[in-house]
């Protein structure tokens, strides 16, 4: 299992970027899949997740910024952010847990300047 995230960069606050992580090695529209975040010295935590029938969950500080979304012919799951804040700042990363294992990508870097 293989997971590429894309997207990230740098953007001034209240702008907006789009995040894709395409999967490969597995079944893609059988799993659910997940976005987090991390920033240096903090825990990595949950963001978003889409299951396979397309049902999503946010944690409550993007809620009504951040949508998640997934296009099973491409084999990518995207996670449009709106109204991005400083507090954004981090490192996002793409996951899927295929039996019982959880992969992560490498990650996108995402810089909200104020």
């Known amino acids: 299992v293989q997971l590429q995230a894309s997207g990230g960069g740098l953007v001034q606050a209240g702008g907006s970027l789009r995040l894709s992580c395409q999967a490969s090695?597995?079944?893609?529209?059988?799993?659910?899949l997940g976005w987090y975040r991390q920033a240096p010295g903090r825990a990595r935590e949950w963001v978003a997740a889409i299951s396979t029938g397309g049902a999503t969950n946010y944690i409550d500080f993007v809620q009504g910024r951040f949508t998640i979304s997934r296009d099973n012919s491409k084999n990518t799951v995207y996670l449009q952010m709106d109204s991005l804040q400083p507090e954004d700042t981090d490192r996002y990363y793409c996951?899927?847990?295929?039996?019982?294992?959880?992969?992560w990508g490498p990650g996108t870097q995402v810089t909200v300047s104020s």
């Open positions: 996951s899927i847990e295929v039996a019982g294992r959880r992969y």
């Open positions: 090695g597995m079944t893609f529209n059988r799993y659910g």
